[in-house]
Every structure is written in C-alpha cells, then in structure tokens.
C-alpha cells in the first residue's frame, strides 16, 4: 500500500472525489481490499466525510519500441519509472553485465 500511494499521488476534485489513477489490475486490487480502512482514515484526518474514491486503472499499451531486452535496457526503463535508481547505481558504483 505504501508503494502504491507514493508512486501514484491521487489528484482532488471540487465535488470531493480523490481520483487515483493506477498502473496495473494487481495495485486496483490491493487498494480495493483496503478501500474502507483508507475511507475511514482519510475522513478522519481530513475531516471531510464527503470524500469519495474513485479508482481507474491507465490504459497502457506497450508499442514494439518499448519492449526491452538486455539488462541495461530494463535498467534504464527502470530508471525512468524511478530516478532514484540512478543514483544508487552511482553510491555503490554498480555495474550491468
């Protein structure tokens, strides 16, 4: 749930739905089986017991030029999903092979 919520920030409407737009089926799942403990949490916090969530899955499909084969072709589509990477690659002086 962590990882979910940090990589995919939620955007608030006026009529105050929280939409949440999601990369993959597997996350929609994991949010779905916590949807009432997240309600109740944010309902509580934000003091607002209008909220309602609304969750949608983005429709993304892969084009030939996105498949990745080598190593350091995942490593880079990885390191665009999460910039992060690159810098551990250079702390540690990583290397693909």
Do not use: C, G, W, Y
């Not at 799942?29 to 309902?43: G, H």
């Not at 499909?61 to 992060?84: H, I, L, W």
């Not at 690159?86 to 092979?97: G, P, R, S, T």
């Amino acid at each position: 749930m962590f990882t979910i919520l940090n990589n995919h920030l939620p955007q608030i409407e006026k009529d105050h739905t929280i939409n949440l737009e999601l990369s993959s089926p597997v996350q929609e799942v994991e949010i779905e089986k916590n949807r009432d403990s997240i309600m109740l949490f944010l309902k509580k916090e934000l003091h607002n017991s209008l909220l309602s969530l609304k969750v949608k899955v983005a429709e993304h499909q892969a084009s030939p030029q996105e498949k990745v084969f080598t190593a350091a072709d995942k490593f880079k589509v990885m390191m665009e999903k999460n910039p992060a990477l690159a810098m551990l690659k250079q702390q540690f002086n990583l290397d693909l092979e």
